[in-house]
């Protein structure tokens, strides 16, 4: 099936500081991608939809200055958490469809996520 | 926002038994979706069902879907302390966005 790689895996930064976690389309292109945060025995929140090209839809309650994605081409989108706190630590992950792939292309294919923590 | 309710939140079986997790949800979909979760780990799809499907079965798990109730199940027959992992339903309403359920927190104990 189709792979979706994420980094960095784990990340431990200084409050006040900016985190970029990268994800990436292997072996297909994805015009969108969707970003999903995940709290400790949680279920995942949709943040926003990377849109390739233009801008990203953000869900609501998610601030779009706190969380800057940038969807520069169809293979690579990429999360920017800036002036990250302490609250901000979480599971991030990323996600896409493969809609040239086979059939029962509904489905996304996850990145293995980004663990953040913000001291 | 979170659509999907998910029954049990936990559930510890022993090897051999059968694991039944239950979904329910509040709008209109055009397909559901489960996935599965190793701790830390991103979620690996497991089976679809579109809105006009019944009942799907892909090797030792069953699907169930009953739109008049808003409601579906996963049936893991036969289990193994492989299958420990959270069991996640997501619903596709359209627009691309799949809905992430509260998960089941599944243990199989060998």
């Known amino acids: 099936g189709a792979v979706v790689s994420q980094h960095p895996s784990r990340v431990i930064c200084k409050s006040g500081t900016s985190v970029k976690i990268e994800c990436r389309s292997l072996?297909?292109?994805?015009?969108?991608m969707f970003w999903y945060r995940q709290f400790p025995k949680q279920s995942l929140m949709l943040m926003a939809t990377?849109?390739?090209?233009?801008?990203?839809?953000?869900e609501q309650g998610v601030e779009k200055d706190k969380f800057l994605i940038n969807h520069a081409s169809l293979t690579l989108s990429t999360l920017t958490v800036t002036s990250a706190h302490p609250e901000d630590s979480s599971f991030y992950i990323c996600?896409?469809?493969?809609?040239?792939?086979?059939?029962?292309?509904?489905?996304?294919?996850f990145g293995s996520g980004t663990q953040l923590s913000v001291l | 926002s979170q659509q999907g309710e998910e029954d049990p939140q936990a559930l510890s079986i022993q090897e051999g038994e059968n694991a039944t997790m239950n979904c329910s949800y509040k709008?209109?979909?055009?397909?559901l979706q489960w996935y599965r979760q190793n701790s830390g780990r991103g979620l690996v799809h497991l089976i679809l069902?579109?809105?006009?499907?019944r009942e799907k079965h892909s090797g030792r798990l069953r699907v169930t879907l009953d739109t008049s109730k808003k409601s579906s199940s996963l049936l893991i027959t036969a289990s193994r302390a492989a299958d420990t992992a959270s069991y996640f339903c997501?619903?596709?309403?359209?627009?691309?966005?799949?809905?992430f359920g509260q998960g089941t927190e599944l243990s199989v104990k060998p």
């Open positions: 996600s896409a469809r493969d809609w040239q792939g086979a059939s029962n292309n509904e489905k996304l294919f």
């Open positions: 072996d297909f292109q994805a015009t969108t």
């Open positions: 990377s849109n390739e090209g233009s801008k990203a839809t953000y």
């Open positions: 709008t209109s979909i055009n397909n």
């Open positions: 069902i579109r809105s006009n499907e």
């Open positions: 997501a619903t596709d309403s359209g627009g691309g966005k799949l809905i």
